[in-house]
């Protein structure tokens, strides 16, 4: 994961307000994922199915 400007053939979405950008390739494989911020270890944590 990084900060970086969308590169050309990305899929771009506004989630909340915030720009998202990733790899065309990746949007079938991460359509069900939850990114959560776990404050008590200052990280932010991909989620799954019975997970969320």
Same mark, same amino acid.
């Given at each position: 994961? /990084?900060? =970086?400007?969308? +590169?050309? #053939? =990305?899929? %771009?979405?506004?989630? *909340? #307000?915030? +720009? %998202? ?5 990746? %949007? $079938?494989?991460?359509?069900?994922? %939850?990114? =959560?911020? !776990? !404050?008590?270890? #200052? *990280? &932010?944590? &991909?989620? $799954? #199915? /019975? /997970?969320?």
């Amino acid at each position: 994961m /990084s900060l =970086d400007e969308p +590169q050309a #053939g =990305d899929h %771009v979405e506004t989630i *909340n #307000g915030i +720009q %998202v950008a990733m790899d065309a390739t990746m %949007v $079938s494989w991460t359509g069900e994922l %939850v990114l =959560d911020y !776990k !404050k008590e270890r #200052g *990280n &932010f944590a &991909f989620l $799954s #199915g /019975s /997970s969320c």
